[in-house]
């Protein structure tokens, strides 16, 4: 990791890392911490982004393999909180969320769905069981959670700004709301429990939705987040090859940080812990091809010449973390 020491303002355009500049010139922001407030940095892993790339959706798709390229990632000397900056401004980024289509994801439902199972044993096993309770799944995408506790008897909603998404899903009969947490407006204390799976990390405002979440929450309602944690052995052996680091990521949370933002937003943590996630094999090797092509391409041969691409794998490597947070 990059131990060089940056003094950032997010009140200029100029930084002393030479490779920062040309991104602001390409409608990219500086941004404080959004657990402190800070704008003291340093950074962690130096950009890899190209002046001029386009505003394209793709990278934004929950599928995409753009492993690797990113932006600047900064580390705040006041926190530690670990994110993104300079980066697309909000408003740039929730439009580019607001078109994303992602057909690969349709592939793959049916190992979302095992991980969801699963998933959803440890939430009751804290929240007891559904009868009916309202449970609202924020970035819900294509509603695969919002179907799977449906079927387990939770009145289940979900939230999600793709438009595609949410047409997929309100086909298949499920509720959704379309937009952010936040712009839905949704009434006070009316969510039993609130998901965010893999959603945090992309939020341009974390705290903001965090404070929205708890809004939304029944008194000693449960909210449930589930990230990455970049403090992980895993993370900390990677390195800068650490595949989630991508430009669709704009917050990498340690245990402590997510932690401490919680009980900023009027939550008490209950539990900490990994969760792993089941992955076809097809679709897994598919990962490893996005990530090192060599190994990648002969594995997804091997795999499908084998007629193993359907057969669920269970994955966990440790970089993987889930809170449970009750609501004060």
């Known amino acids: 990791m990059i131990e060089e020491q940056v003094t950032l303002s997010v009140h200029t355009t100029k930084v002393d890392v030479a490779d920062h500049s040309s991104l602001v010139d390409t409608g990219f922001e500086y941004v404080r911490c959004n657990l402190c407030g800070a704008d003291n940095v340093r950074l962690r892993v130096s950009s890899t982004l190209k002046s001029g790339e386009p505003n394209d959706w793709q990278v934004y798709a929950c599928t995409c393999g753009g492993y690797g390229t990113h932006g600047p990632i900064m580390q705040c000397q006041q926190c530690g909180l670990v994110y993104a900056t300079p980066r697309r401004r909000e408003q740039d980024v929730l439009e580019l969320y607001e078109t994303v289509e992602d057909a690969l994801y349709i592939e793959e439902r049916e190992g979302r769905i095992l991980t969801f199972n699963t998933h959803l044993r440890k939430l009751e096993s804290f929240t007891g069981a559904p009868n009916h309770r309202a449970l609202l799944d924020v970035g819900a995408y294509l509603g695969v959670f919002v179907d799977v506790a449906t079927r387990h008897g ?3 909603w979900g939230v999600e700004p793709s ?28 969510f039993s429990v609130v998901t965010m799976w893999d959603v945090i990390e992309h939020l341009p405002n974390p705290l903001r939705t965090l404070h929205e979440a708890a809004r939304v ?32 990521h704009l917050y990498y949370f340690s245990r402590r940080t997510l932690t401490a933002m919680l009980e900023k937003a009027g939550f008490e943590v209950a539990w900490v812990g990994t969760q792993g996630r089941y992955l076809r094999a097809g679709y897994l090797a598919s990962r490893v091809t996005a990530l090192i092509p060599t190994i990648g391409r002969p594995l997804e041969h091997l795999i499908t010449a084998l007629k193993l691409r359907k057969v669920p794998v269970r994955v966990n490597l440790g970089d993987l973390f889930t809170v449970y947070a009750r609501k004060r």
């Open 154 to 156: 939770w009145d289940a």
């Open 163 to 190: 438009k595609w998404a949410v047409t997929q899903a309100r086909a298949q009969g499920l509720q959704m709301h379309l937009g952010t947490l936040e712009q839905t407006k949704l009434p006070a204390n009316s």
């Open 217 to 248: 929450l029944e008194p000693q309602g449960w909210l449930v987040v589930h990230t990455m944690d970049i403090e992980s052995v895993f993370a900390r052996l990677m390195g800068k090859r650490w595949p989630w680091l991508m430009e669709m």
